[in-house]
């Protein structure tokens, strides 16, 4: 222990990781509780802490998905973020797709705001947890910071979030290289990307068209390939957004059994009506969205995994939607022929002396074609197996028992109290976790509305007044 800091408190929480969930975990504790002794400790080894992987950019191409009187961080005054968009411009207004910078503006000033308001102590780490420990017979943990700091607390909050993607199959030499990305929100290493060849993207989801954007913020001519098996694009958002409906469970679901099948036709069968009606598809998955978790709970394993493997694509692209001038974008770029959709999966890669050679069979005809590309971005999705996963608390976590993975492999086990569950099965007293491995309980857990909820909630039940 020799030159370690110990960093004691008889009231303390800390908290591992410092995006939305952590950031806004902190925020609604230092909002809910005025207590002197109370000290929070907020880690987080990217810099500056508050921003979070989405809103860690300062391309102002990159746009909420969101309309902004949606997005406020917290659950009980929903106008916080239009206000202070409007005060930053008067033009702004709920209905406004503002910047993800901005949105990281906002969040860090909450926290600063949050933290002048109250008489807690919030300290902030920059640095990396590597170990959460129990002290045995005690009611405390121990957490190690790669510094040597060692910080003993009565509760500790995981709160980390997206882990880069899963090298995709087959394996390839090609991973190693610097022509392989990764990590798709390492804008550094796409930014390095040079202009000889095209650029092949693996997916067509968010990311995706994140990726997009940003390889071609400064060169319009930029050849863009996007690879995935059914070749689906996120639908964009009305130009005159609704806020999200709110109300009774639908009616139309009331008896519908718990079958992912007899869900979808209900759903399908009400947009017919809707749409018939002058309406608009998106008012019934939007109405819905309140509801998802109750009826992700309610459904057998079986039935879940139907749904990841048959339906969850299709879902996805018309549940998480584009801001329309974004969308506008996109499909500019789609008809100019600077970017073009390949519907397919990957047979080999092969290295070149200055391009990837890529031989994809395509869905549609069963033909192979090759490729020529710069480079290839892995967008298929954040990896949530945390067998996988290398980070150094993960792997602790795991190794002495601590984690539990849900059987889908998307997210982790916890308990109603937001606690994780162990590998015995039992609850971990004063160990929580935030953030979007929630999906595995909640399913509708990963985006700014239903994450505000579950870090207030969180925050109350670490104070003791849920």
């Known amino acids: 222990m020799a030159n370690h800091a110990l960093i004691i408190s008889n009231q303390s929480i800390v908290i591992i990781g410092a995006g939305y969930s952590g950031t806004l975990t902190a925020v609604n504790i ?12 907020l880690i987080d080894n990217q810099a500056p802490l508050g921003r979070g992987l989405a809103y860690r950019c300062w391309d102002d191409n990159l746009l909420l998905n969101v309309p902004a009187g949606n997005m406020s961080a917290l659950a ?28 990281g503006d906002y969040l860090e000033q909450t926290l600063t705001q949050a933290e002048k308001d109250s008489n807690c102590n919030l300290q902030k780490i920059s640095g990396e947890a590597v170990a959460v420990r129990k002290v045995p ?34 394996d390839s030499t090609l991973f190693t290289s610097d022509a392989y990305i990764s990590n798709p929100w390492n804008f550094t290493a796409l930014d390095r990307i040079t202009h000889h060849h095209p650029v092949l993207i693996l997916g067509t989801g968010h990311t995706a068209i994140d990726a997009l954007f940003r390889l071609t913020s400064s060169n319009d001519k930029r050849k863009v390939i996007l690879l995935s098996r059914r070749g689906l694009l996120p639908q964009g958002h009305r130009f005159t957004s609704k806020p999200p409906m709110t109300g009774n469970f639908p009616a139309y679901l009331e008896k519908t059994s718990n079958t992912v099948l007899a869900h979808m036709q209900a759903i399908r069968k009400e947009v017919k009506v ?12 939007n109405e819905l969205r309140p509801h998802t978790p109750d009826i992700w709970h309610k459904l ?40 073009k959709i390949v519907t397919g999966k990957v047979l080999r890669y092969e290295k070149q002396t200055d391009s ?44 002495e028992g601590y ?32 953030g979007p491995m929630l999906k595995a309980k909640y399913w509708e857990a990963i985006a700014v509305p239903e994450l505000r909820i579950h870090t207030y909630q969180l925050a109350r039940r670490l104070l003791d007044k849920a």
Not at 33 to 40: D, G, P, Y
């Open 30 to 41: 230092l909002r809910e509780h005025s207590n002197k002794c109370l000290q929070i400790v």
């Open 76 to 103: 009980n005054e929903p106008e916080h973020f239009v206000a202070y968009c409007k005060a930053i411009d008067p033009a702004f207004n709920g209905g406004s797709f503002v910047s993800r910078r901005i949105y």
């Open 137 to 170: 017979d005690s009611n405390t943990f121990v957490v190690n910071i790669t510094d040597g700091k060692v910080i003993e607390a009565n509760k500790v909050i995981l709160a980390f979030g997206h882990f880069p993607p899963k090298n995709p199959q087959p």
């Open 274 to 285: 809707r749409e018939a009606a002058g309406g608009n598809w998106r008012d019934v998955i």
């Open 300 to 339: 057998p394993l079986t039935e879940r995994r139907k749904f990841l493997t048959r339906v969850a694509a299709f879902w996805d692209i018309h549940r998480h939607r584009l801001a329309p001038s974004a969308d506008q974008r996109l499909k500019k770029m789609l008809d100019s022929g600077q970017v």
């Open 356 to 399: 990837v050679l890529v031989t994809i069979r395509q869905k549609q005809n069963n033909a192979k074609i090759a490729l020529s590309v710069e480079a290839v971005v892995n967008c298929t999705g954040p990896n949530y197996d945390i067998t996988t996963l290398t980070q150094p608390l993960l792997v602790q976590l795991q190794n």
């Open 403 to 434: 984690l539990k993975q849900d059987p889908l492999k998307i997210g982790l086990e916890l308990d109603d109290q937001y606690q994780v569950i162990n590998q015995d099965g039992q609850s971990v007293q004063q160990l929580f976790y935030v």
